[in-house]
């Protein structure tokens, strides 16, 4: 026997209006946590790196300047995400529209789309030295999926994502820090 039981139950899926919603709730859960993490993570930085232990109104304008691009960082890096895992599920693309988002989701199109966007926004400018920095960046973050795909269930594997993105912050950092010091090209007030 094959293991096929004619009493079998058919479990069917759920409608599609239903996986739809629950998809979209999911998705903006996400985005909110990757948006929240982007501006505390722009905040620590902008916190650590400030020069004096006087705070001026100026550094006070760069501070939530630095936390919305570090929002924005997050909300791309996930809306890219949820965009792309939409159109695979319920979208029904032809292949070469899938490649292109496939391309785009992957950790170097991620790491490009978003340095493109925050230091186009801050600096007004997109700096090669930043689009090298972002590509190696991808490096450690390609492990990091490539772990998550050969191990889906290891909760031990779970732990150590967070040291993959700290790797890849520091080799962020350090990368941008040998090409060259960035100064910004336009006041970064509003």
Known sequence: MDGFSPAAEIISQPPLTWR??????????DIGFNAAAGAAAAATGAHVNSQSDSKTAH???????????GALAGLLK???LALVNFGKQFGGMNLGMWLILALVASSFGICVVV???VSSLALGEVPGGLLIAAIVTAIPLAGEMAGVQLAPDSHIFAFTLLGWDSLAGYVFARMAHNEGTLQPQIPLEY
């Open 115 to 117: 340095t493109s966007a």
């Open 78 to 80: 996930s809306g890219i």
């Open 20 to 29: 739809i919603s629950l998809f979209i709730i999911l998705a903006v859960v």
């Open 59 to 69: 550094d006070v304008v760069n501070l939530s300047r630095a936390v919305g691009l």
